[in-house]
């Protein structure tokens, strides 16, 4: 099974909104096969914990214009590491230095990458093809 075509958009959308507000190195998983509670984790990173609320509202703010809310929102009071969760599509905005300490995507290597179809303004792991398109 792979991500749904509707979870792969709503990354897109999300990620978008994510690079308007200078987050760093953007990058799509599709954790489908790997998890049944979610299609996609989207993960973004920024140097500070103010740049990471940014991100956070602006994803917010451009999901809510297609009326979608998250199901459940974590860590917005510390800025280090927030969580959103939409269901299909989870979002991990972290400080830079959390996600070097986390390493989601090593957690996670072994699930093919989302094209997020952002253009040369973003990291190369963003605009490496998906298996799952």
Request: with cysteine.
């Amino acid at each position: 099974m792979t991500a749904t075509q509707t979870s792969i958009a709503t990354a897109r959308v999300a990620a978008r909104a994510a690079a308007d507000k200078i987050a760093q190195d953007i990058v799509a998983l599709d954790v489908s096969e790997r998890l049944a509670l979610a299609d996609v984790f989207l993960i973004a990173s920024a140097p500070s914990e103010r740049q990471v609320n940014a991100i956070v509202d602006g994803i917010e703010e451009e999901l809510g214009k297609q009326d979608l809310r998250p199901v459940r929102r974590e860590g917005r009071s510390g800025g280090r590491w927030v969580l959103l969760d939409y269901s299909d599509v989870v979002i991990h905005v972290q400080h830079e230095e959390d996600r070097v300490f986390y390493a989601l995507e090593r957690l996670w290597k072994d699930c093919p990458v989302v094209d997020l179809q952002l253009g040369d303004d973003t990291s190369a792991k963003a605009a490496v093809s998906s298996d799952s398109e």
